[in-house]
Every structure is written in structure tokens, then in C-alpha cells.
């Protein structure tokens, strides 16, 4: 009976909130480490993605190495090279793994309280910390994803749109699992003239301004940028905030409002921010909604493995350019403390020459080849509130070096060239000094738990 409401409320009368009633976890295993972003897109989904950080890629599974093989290339000319080059690729980070965590446990003591198990595996994250970006974006992981049947929707909407062929092919193996649970919700998916049109007006709408940014920025020299540059922001933050803050509480329109904030004094204003951002005991106890009012843009240059990270968080925008070898690459100072820079570096030219390789007749597949070390630019625009969840989360002692530089300097930008002082002396769990084990403290939790 539900299956006939279904059916006749969300097809038959179009009513899409409907398909909010219905949700499904879905376990997206083997997917390549650009398929996971396309998975990831959604804001109203949740995700959980294998980590690169903490789980070694030097094991085989069924003798191969874990990382995507498009069935176009392998058919191709370059196969076998392709084959080859990936495997030596996880042959150097396999080696470097050794490598570097033999050199950490070497130069890092064991504390007196710290189990042998909790020191092996905080030694062991923070090697494969280092040697990640000699991962190539090719690598597999796993996605748990939970959404409503509108969400999957969309999502299948967009991938059978999407240039890579490793998603076109990915959404019907999605669509096939969860026709078995949610039919209805899905039936306007692959109808020619309901989900057919969509998914090929995105498809245009891509196709054709790729083509005219092409005619019109194609061949424009690349100029030197920082990791981090702050776009745009809002110039009157702070008396929005204030409004914002003070608009709950009042029966006042919100014009008027601004117009008394705007001549409140220094201690007014500080009063007012103190007891709306209360005594924050805790990273998790966030300000309210008035921190929404406003917002910060910020272009960002780093490695792939940071934007893995920084790509997770939904409440904002974020957009990317295509992973390519040619904005240079990050190499980790304990890498080349560990007499292993050389081999990264070797690993980086062959990564780079693979690329160009595949690029004329695999443009889409061609960044399978290019390691995480390779920087790619994005943009990210979030609001304040998002800021402090943000920046304090991915600043953490336990986060990895290359997205807590890009944290800590998005901080540092708020509160210098935004002249934003208060706000950013709000986000007080911000972490800038560098733990020498970023995994330490969280192992010795860990265990505690166990031990309880």
C-alpha cells in the first residue's frame, strides 16, 4: 500500500517532496579517488570515505593494486603502459611507507604511559601522512553514503551526465541496488523525456560553456598565486552579525535594526557578541544562525590529498578546476629526512609523464595517473558560522600537515586582510602549533575507550 502512495503521489502527481520519505544506505566500494568527489557532490547526503591517511595502499587485493582501471584505456595503445606505471607508482609509495616510518620511530620516542600498540600506529599515520601524494588519484576507496530517494536522484541525474566515463558506468550499478529498495522514487530517472532531458541539459550546459571559456581564456598565461587568497568577503561583517544577532530577540524590521547597530559603542558591540557566542567549552558548541549572515570567498591552490579534505565539508560552495601536473607538487620535509625524496620525486616525473601521455586521447581518464602530491586549485565561499566548525575541525592537532596549513592561513587572512579580529579571536580552539604525532592523542583516546 505504501509502494501504491509512493507511485501515485510522486510520479503521477510529480510531488518531489515525497521522495524525502524513503532513504537507503549505500556502500559505493572501489571507486577511484575522482569518482569519490563526484559521489560526495550532494550537501543534503551523508558520507563516510575511506581514509588515505590511515589505511596503507601497499597490499593487493586478488594480486592487483588497488587503483582504477578504465576498460578504454587498458583497450588502448597505452594499457600497457598504463598497468606498469601504476604499479611501480604503489611499488614507491610501498617503499617510501618503510622507509619514513622507520625513520619516525628512530627519531620519535615512545612516552613512558604510551602502549606499544598506540606508538606503533601513531608512528605508522604519520608516515603514511607523508608518503599519501605519492598516491595517484587512481586509487580506490570505499564511500557509505545515506540520502533520501530525491538525493539519489539527483546524484544518478548528474552522473549520467558527467564527462568521466567511470561515473556514467558507476550510476548504473547504484541505480540497479537501489531500485530494490526505493522503485518508485527512481522511476523517472532514465524516462527519456523526464530524467533523459535533465540529465542532458546538464550535459549541454556543460559541454557548451567549456567551449566558450575555452574561446575565451584558452592560452591565457597561468600567473603565480599563494596556497591561499582570500576573494571576497563582506566588508560589514560586523554590524550584520550584530543585526543578525539581535533580530530574534526584537519585533523591530531588520533595516531599523542595522540602523541602531551602526551606532552602538565598543562596549555595546562587544557585549553583545560575548553573550551571543557564550562560553564556548568545547570546538562543537558553535554560534548561532546570525554568524550565517555573512561570508568569506577564498581561492585555493593545494595539494590534492588536502582538497580531498577540505572538499568533504557540504555547508558552503566549492568548485574545482580538472587535477593536473602543472602547478608543481608538495614534497613533505619528512620525506626527504627519511633519504627517500629522491624516489618521491622519481615517483612525481613518472605520474606527470603518464598524464601527458593520456591526455590527446583520454583527456577524463588522464588524471588517474596524477599523483596527490600535484596542487589543484578550488574556491571555496562558506559563512562565518561554517568558518568556525571548519577551520577549528581541519586545525586540529590530528589533522594532516597540508590542510591545517590551509586552515590555519584561511584564519590568519580573516583576521588581517578582512581586519575581522573579533571574529577570529572567537574561533578559539584553533590549533597552531604542530603536534610531532598528529594521531597520538587520538590513539591514546582510543585505547582508553577500549579499556573502559
Known amino acids: 500500500r505504501a509502494e501504491e502512495l509512493y507511485e501515485r503521489v510522486f510520479f503521477d502527481y510529480g510531488d518531489d517532496s515525497v521522495a524525502q520519505l524513503g532513504g537507503v ?20 547526503m551523508s558520507y563516510l570515505e575511506q581514509s588515505t591517511r590511515y589505511i596503507a595502499y601497499d597490499s593487493r587485493l586478488g594480486g592487483r593494486y588497488r587503483y582504477h582501471r578504465d576498460p578504454t584505456v587498458l583497450a588502448g595503445p597505452l594499457g600497457t603502459r598504463y598497468v606498469g606505471d601504476q604499479d611501480r607508482m604503489f611499488d614507491s609509495y610501498s617503499q617510501c611507507a618503510e622507509f619514513v616510518t622507520e625513520h619516525v620511530r628512530t627519531t620519535v620516542a615512545r612516552g613512558p604511559d604510551d ?14 601522512d607523508a608518503v599519501r601524494g605519492m598516491l595517484p588519484a587512481a586509487a580506490t576507496s570505499n564511500v557509505g553514503i545515506y540520502g533520501t530517494g530525491q538525493a539519489f536522484e539527483a546524484l544518478l541525474l548528474r552522473m549520467r551526465s558527467h564527462a568521466l566515463p ?15 529498495v526505493i522503485p518508485s522514487f527512481l522511476r523517472r530517472v532514465d524516462i527519456p523525456d523526464r530524467g533523459g532531458r535533465w540529465s542532458d541539459y546538464l550535459e549541454d550546459t556543460r559541454v557548451q560553456s567549456a567551449g566558450i571559456v575555452d574561446d575565451l581564456l584558452g592560452g591565457t598565461p597561468v600567473e603565480p598565486a599563494s596556497e ?4 571576497d568577503f ?6 550584520n552579525i550584530l543585526a543578525a544577532i539581535c533580530y530574534s530577540h526584537s519585533s523591530l524590521p531588520e533595516e531599523q535594526i542595522l540602523t541602531k547597530v ?3 559603542g565598543v562596549d555595546e558591540r562587544v557585549a553583545l557578541l560575548k553573550a551571543y557566542i557564550g562560553d564556548r567549552s568545547n570546538r562543537r558548541h558553535k554560534p548561532g544562525r546570525a554568524f550565517e549572515r555573512s561570508f568569506y570567498r577564498f581561492d585555493v591552490l593545494s595539494d590534492y590529498g588536502a582538497f580531498r579534505d577540505m572538499q568533504r565539508h557540504r555547508m558552503l560552495t566549492i568548485e574545482w578546476q580538472k587535477l593536473t601536473p602543472n602547478h608543481g607538487y608538495s614534497r613533505p620535509e619528512l620525506v626527504e629526512e627519511a633519504g627517500v625524496g629522491g624516489l618521491f620525486d622519481e615517483t612525481m616525473s613518472r605520474s606527470a609523464a603518464l598524464h601527458d601521455a593520456l591526455l590527446d586521447d583520454h583527456p577524463e581518464q588522464a588524471p588517474y595517473a596524477v599523483s596527490m602530491a600535484y596542487r589543484m586549485r578550488y574556491n ?7 568558518a568556525f566548525h571548519m577551520l577549528e575541525l581541519r586545525s586540529s592537532p590530528q589533522g594532516h600537515p597540508s590542510y591545517r596549513r590551509v586552515a590555519l592561513d584561511m584564519h590568519r587572512q580573516i583576521a588581517e586582510q578582512a581586519g575581522h579580529h573579533a571574529l577570529a579571536a572567537a574561533m578559539n580552539f584553533m590549533t597552531t602549533e604542530a603536534p610531532e604525532l598528529e594521531r597520538l592523542e587520538s590513539e591514546r583516546r582510543a585505547e582508553a575507550r577500549r579499556e573502559s
Open 262 to 264: 551602526r551606532d552602538f
Open 166 to 180: 567511470e561515473a556514467r558506468e558507476y550510476s548504473e550499478l547504484m541505480l540497479h541496488e537501489l531500485r530494490k
Open 228 to 231: 591561499v587568497t582570500l576573494i
Open 234 to 239: 563582506d566588508p560589514d561583517a560586523e554590524d
Open 380 to 386: 571555496m565561499q562558506f559563512n562565518v558560522r561554517e
Open 115 to 128: 602502549s606499544e600498540f598506540v606508538y606503533r600506529t601513531a608512528t605508522r599515520a604519520k608516515a603514511l
Open 25 to 44: 544506505h549505500l556502500a559505493c566500494e572501489q571507486a577511484s579517488n575522482l569518482l569519490t568527489k563526484v559521489l560526495e557532490w550532494g550537501r543534503l
